[in-house]
């Protein structure tokens, strides 16, 4: 059973959530959406590497807290709450010279003031590059 919010989601809507912010600078696109989980994918090129020619840590940070936070703002009523992110960690694993790594968030919690979500990015051989762990806290609205 979906956890979404709005029953026929498509990834054109959310594109949307990309406009005019860090993620989409960098480039990073949704690709599909499954009954619990998101995904994105995002270049590795002069936007999202480091001096030394690889991905940057932190490029792959913002995948996974874009991915997260956007699941949460899926998941919440958003005429109610607003998501932010509390807590995020990554480990990074692999290197990446070139090409596109590919996000994949999953919840581990879908609670009433927090959600945790778990998101694994690869290469494009399918190889882990980071693991990470996002704490979204769930707000209510001012008026």
């Known amino acids: 059973m979906p956890i979404w919010k709005e029953s026929n989601l498509r990834i054109e809507q959310l594109q949307a959530y990309g406009h005019q912010t860090l993620g989409g600078h960098i480039g990073i696109e949704f690709t599909e959406i499954g009954e619990n989980y998101l995904k994105a994918r995002m270049p590795v090129d ?77 290469d494009q051989q399918e190889k882990l590059v980071c693991v990470s762990r996002l704490t979204v806290a769930i707000l209510k609205k001012r008026e």
Do not use: M
């Not at 002069?46 to 840590?57: D, E």
């Not at 807590?87 to 581990?108: D, Q, S």
């Open 46 to 122: 002069h936007r999202t590497r480091q001096p030394y020619g690889l991905l940057h840590g932190g490029a792959s940070v913002t995948l996974a807290e874009t991915l997260g936070s956007v699941g949460s703002a899926l998941v919440i009523d958003q005429g109610q709450f607003i998501c932010v992110g509390l807590e995020i960690n990554a480990n990074h694993i692999r290197g990446v010279k070139e090409g596109w790594v590919f996000g994949t968030a999953i919840p581990l919690h879908i609670g009433q003031g927090t959600h945790v979500w778990e998101i694994r990015i690869v």
